[in-house]
């Protein structure tokens, strides 16, 4: 689906697919909006110009801006609390070989 968000570092509103958290430009966090995708592109010019406008003001933007609640289940959350995968450590003797303590082969 697509949504509205905003970046009060570009000034910006943007329609993105999903529930982004940062902006594709300048990679800040952004603000998810509860104005729908075709209520904005149903807007005119000046609508629009006017409601970036409103985007701008911090109080304002708390008003139009909202939470999406279900972003502990999203796939983007689930990699961030995962960042790298998991090392399984195997070990094992060789019986034609001398023995080595401590020995440890990663895999």
Request: aromatic letters at 12%.
């Amino acid at each position: 689906m697509m949504y509205m968000h905003y970046c009060k570092r570009c000034h910006r509103v943007y329609m993105l697919n999903g529930h982004k958290q940062s902006c594709p430009k300048c990679r800040e966090s952004i603000a998810e909006l509860k104005i729908t995708y075709m209520d904005y592109v149903t807007m005119d010019l000046e609508e629009r110009e006017h409601f970036s406008t409103c985007c701008a003001d911090e109080e304002q933007l708390q008003k139009l801006s909202t939470t999406y609640r279900m972003y502990k289940y999203s796939k983007w959350y689930k990699q961030l609390q995962t960042p790298f995968p998991q090392t399984t450590i195997i070990t094992y003797s060789l019986a034609d070989s001398t023995p080595m303590e401590d020995a440890v082969s990663m895999v």
